[in-house]
């Protein structure tokens, strides 16, 4: 007998609607024999035992004959443990356990532990999305996936902890319609909760300049590298930008939640990735770790970091191949890895903020303390951050020492809730300003459109189109590039952050004052590394 259940298998950040068509031959042998087909990798083979384990410890009896397992399309690669729930519920279903003939309208998926009982998977987000685009109503899926799944609308949702829950649940279903409620959770009230963060900018004496450069670049999501002598901040100053950072909106929360959720990094209770994220990999980290990579291509930190911030501390103790890597997604937004067996890619849309000391002992230009490093060390240090990759950042301030008086001074620093206030305010602007004009960028990967959420995502049109200049910046912006040697790319840089810069000051046109302060951030490089 012939039964069929319906699956889904995770590819990249998407997933693909899986048919899982189980036969039974009848005659009976000395043992049963598990034949799996459609190109399953180890993890599907081994199902086999898992799920005969499973029914025989559900109370069910599996006569020995041969049953054969058909996960189509045949011509897709099939991996994971997703597959062990709707293997045994059609295997049930072939021998007659299931009232049901026809579970077109359902999607299950789950592990199968040898006692019956259900694990996670990873990836449930992009499958719930598959099965909503299909029109699948219904899935059934383990209980500490659920609100993961459950964030998605149009579809019915249910949580179950067993095979044997799963089958009754099938069973007490009439016309379609399981006899249970569906998880429903509120997506708006999870993005709406006031967030906390562990880290304020009050806790930050001095370092004003500093301050000022991290909220430009927390209102425009632009790239910031600090450079400064060791225990001047640099670190402390990372760690308390992401309480500066605009909230995520829904659709940015919910494709942040899918690469986690392919990862295997979600938190199961929250379902949602509600905060910015914060990524903050060591030195030590591989091209791979970094970008993505494997025979199966998973996300890597970059893509971790979607729609958040990524923190590359020491930065020039991270070998320079794996620093390289970063220039693709910095100027695309995306990255694509190529392998034999497929080709994927993964949206790397992140603010990197970067700290290095600016020699090997680290107190070059410092004025309480003696650099002892000649200047070929020096040269040879900074030079392990490329020009290439330099030109890609918007930001770069120096951040000297604090002096004793700032830093034993009584009165305190602006918290982040005022400086957040602010960012919020020119954000605001800019979301208001791109929805007016349908702005929209075209990611170089994939060819597909994104939405412009911030200043640093503009493209050539809407540069041109939001950041015209008057003469007296026309003039001074040119004098700028002809006296620094500045790329191209340095000069739409420097409009994207002068735009900023106005969009904090509620300005509609872009100053003088803005482009002088624009240019002045990017004077660091000419310094250390001319």
């Not at 299950?108 to 449930?124: H, I, T």
């Not at 963060?197 to 370092?207: C, E, I, S, T």
């Not at 938190?267 to 990999?281: C, I, K, M, W, Y």
């Not at 206030?421 to 929805?435: I, M, N, P, S, T």
Request: with cysteine; glycine share 8%; proline share 5%.
């Amino acid at each position: 007998m012939l039964f069929k259940a319906r699956s889904a298998a995770v590819y990249g950040i998407d997933a693909n609607i899986i048919d899982v068509e189980v036969d039974f031959s009848g005659a009976k042998l000395d043992k049963e024999i598990f034949a799996t087909v459609g190109l399953p990798d180890a993890a599907v083979r081994e199902s086999r035992d898992r799920v005969r384990s499973a029914i025989k410890n559900s109370g069910f009896d599996i006569p020995p004959t041969r049953i054969t397992i058909n996960l189509a399309p045949a011509d897709l690669k099939k991996e994971g443990s997703g597959f062990d729930l709707p293997i045994a519920i059609g295997i049930l279903g072939a021998y007659g356990a299931l009232q049901s003939k026809d579970l077109s309208d359902y999607l299950l998926v789950g592990e199968l532990g040898l006692d019956g009982s259900l694990r996670a998977v990873q990836g449930m987000l992009p499958i719930a999305i598959a099965a909503r685009e299909k029109g699948i109503r219904n899935l059934l899926i383990p209980a500490s996936n659920a609100r993961e799944a459950a964030v998605v609308e149009g579809v019915n949702v249910y949580p179950v902890l067993s095979l044997l829950e799963v089958r009754a649940l099938l069973n007490g279903a009439t016309l379609g319609v399981i006899q249970a409620a569906p998880l429903k959770v509120a997506t708006s009230d999870l993005l709406d909760e006031l967030q906390h963060f562990p880290f304020d900018f009050k806790d930050v004496r001095g370092q004003h300049v500093a301050k000022r450069a991290l909220e430009v670049a927390a209102a425009g999501g632009h790239n910031i590298l600090m450079i400064g002598p060791p225990g001047s901040g640099k670190t402390m100053l990372a760690k308390r930008l992401p309480s500066i950072l605009a909230p995520l909106s829904f659709e940015e929360a919910l494709e942040t939640t899918k690469i986690h959720s392919v990862a295997g990094v979600l938190d199961a209770e929250q379902g949602l990735v509600t905060h910015r994220p914060f990524r903050s990999p060591h030195h030590t980290i591989s091209d791979a770790g970094l970008i993505g990579g494997g025979m199966m291509p998973r996300p890597g930190e970059v893509s971790l970091a979607h729609n958040g911030l990524l923190f590359l501390d020491e930065l020039p103790e991270f070998p320079r191949n794996v620093l390289e890597v970063l220039r693709q997604p910095l100027e695309d937004g995306m990255v694509t890895i190529a392998r034999a067996a497929m080709s994927l890619s993964f949206p790397a849309r992140f603010m990197l903020a970067a700290a290095m000391n600016p020699c090997p002992c680290g107190y070059f230009n410092d004025k309480s303390r003696e650099c002892m490093c000649t200047p070929p060390m020096i040269q040879r240090y900074v030079s392990k951050v490329s020009g290439p990759l330099l030109d890609r950042i918007d930001i770069h301030i120096e951040v000297p020492a604090v002096q004793y008086k700032e830093l034993r001074g009584g009165s305190a620093s602006e918290g982040s809730s005022e400086i957040r206030a602010r960012v919020l305010k020119a954000r605001e602007r800019q979301r208001d300003r791109f929805a007016q004009a349908g702005d929209r960028t075209r990611g170089t990967a994939t060819g597909a459109s994104r939405q412009v959420y911030a200043n640093s995502q503009m493209g050539t049109q809407q540069i041109r189109m939001h950041c015209e200049l008057n003469s007296d910046a026309e003039r001074l912006l040119e004098r700028a590039m002809q006296q620094q040697g500045l790329s191209a790319r340095a000069h739409d840089r420097i409009l994207k952050v002068a735009r900023t810069i106005a969009d904090l000051e509620e300005s509609n046109e872009i100053a003088v004052k803005h482009i002088a302060e624009a240019i002045q951030y990017r004077t660091l490089d000419r310094s250390y590394w001319s």
